[in-house]
């Protein structure tokens, strides 16, 4: 089946940008999404990306999509203690009505 | 908040007992979503329903049952706890091309 892959885990200091990257294999791949989990809380969606976008920006976060190399990127600028969670990519290939997430790269950040 | 609200939010039971845990939408979104979360499994749908009275299985499914009599309201029964159903349950509606999720169901099994 379809997979998508992420790294476990992302050490950065606050102030410092951090990048998660997520690679997948589903070329009919259609929209990709990224999600953010904080302990004991359900996933709350943080952005998305249709898969003929480049690149897209809302305030501190930037979502480039390399869909020839399959690699989705989330970059935190200015990250904060706050932004210390689970991060989530997903997608969905046009047609299906269930996406396929990653496991979750935790994010912890350092003051 | 896309208006979801799970309940119970906690609940242990002991092994062998029915679970009902229920999922209200007040988005009236036809798509409705069952997950568990567990450590190194990450997200697994278990049920999910495309209509009232219209439901499909996911990859984790067994062991698990589904009513969606209303559109607002989706359920997922474990008919008979097991110890391996101990878990973190999360309903998602999807909207236009995404999912939310609700807030998730702690579930204990002794």
């Known amino acids: 089946g379809e997979d998508v892959e992420q790294s476990l885990f992302l050490s950065v200091r606050e102030g410092d940008s951090s990048v998660i990257n997520c690679t997948y294999t589903?070329?009919?791949?259609?929209?990709l999404y990224w999600y953010k989990q904080e302990p004991g809380a359900g996933l709350q969606l943080l952005t998305y990306?249709?898969?003929?976008?480049d690149m897209k920006q809302d305030q501190r976060l930037t979502v480039l999509l390399n869909k020839k190399d399959k690699h989705l990127s989330l970059r935190i600028a200015d990250t904060q203690t706050g932004d210390s969670a689970i991060y989530f990519c997903?997608?969905?290939?046009?047609?299906?009505?269930?996406?396929?997430f990653g496991r979750g790269t935790s994010l912890i950040v350092h003051p | 908040d896309a208006g979801i609200t799970q309940s119970p939010r906690h609940k242990v039971t002991e092994t062998g007992t029915p679970v009902t845990l229920r999922c209200h939408q007040t988005?009236?979104?036809?798509?409705m979503y069952w997950y568990r979360q567990d450590p190194g499994h990450g997200l697994r749908l278990i049920h999910y329903?495309?209509?009232?009275?219209?439901?499909d299985k996911g990859e984790v499914s067994d062991g698990y049952s589904v009513s969606r009599s209303k559109t607002e309201d989706f359920l997922l029964t474990l008919e008979s706890a097991t110890s391996s159903q101990t878990s973190v349950y999360f309903c998602?509606?999807?909207?236009?091309?995404?999912?939310?999720f609700g807030p998730g169901t702690r579930l204990t099994v002794t």
């Open positions: 329903s495309y209509g009232v009275k219209d439901t």
């Open positions: 988005e009236n979104h036809r798509y």
């Open positions: 589903d070329s009919s791949s259609t929209y």
């Open positions: 997903a997608e969905l290939s046009g047609g299906s009505y269930i996406p396929t």
């Open positions: 998602a509606i999807r909207g236009r091309y995404e999912q939310y």
């Open positions: 990306i249709f898969s003929n976008m």
